[in-house]
Nanobody
Framework: VQLQASGGGLVQAGGPVRLSCAAS????????VGWFRQSPGKEREFVAA????????YYAESVRGRFTVSRDNAKNTVDLQMNNLKPEDTAVYYC???????????????????WGQGTLVTVSS
């Protein structure tokens, strides 16, 4: 499956941004999806994950309560709503997907075998 992330940009601290990940497959409900981010000089880190039909979600501690991941399998999209953004949220955000038949969420980058190209979010203070 091919993934395309969009929605990044420049935002002031405290503001919201909504990212979207669009998949090329018509069977997106067979894929668990995760969001990751990478800042300059840092390793890629987990942000959020959602199970294949959206019943389960999981968040990194640093974003819990501020970010919400959701999906619309009819539209083959997974969104990441980011609120109350902080300068430390500045990063390139990637969506990733992996086929699954279970309702499990995956938080490790190595669990995923399909990656989008990334979208930059810059939070100014």
């Amino acid at each position: 499956v091919q993934l395309q992330a969009s929605g990044g940009g420049l935002v002031q601290a405290g503001g919201p941004v909504r990212l979207s990940c669009a998949a090329s497959t018509g069977a997106f409900s067979n894929y668990a999806v995760g969001w990751f981010r990478q800042s300059p000089g840092k390793e890629r880190e987990f942000v959020a994950a959602i199970s294949r039909v959206g019943r389960r979600t999981y968040y990194a501690e640093s974003v819990r309560g501020r970010f919400t991941v959701s999906r619309d399998n009819a539209k083959n999209t997974v969104d990441l709503q980011m609120n109350n953004l902080k300068p430390e949220d500045t990063a390139v955000y990637y969506c990733a997907a992996r086929p699954t038949v279970t309702g499990v969420v995956y938080e490790h980058a190595n669990d995923y075998n399909n990656w989008g190209q990334g979208t930059l979010v810059t939070v100014s203070s």
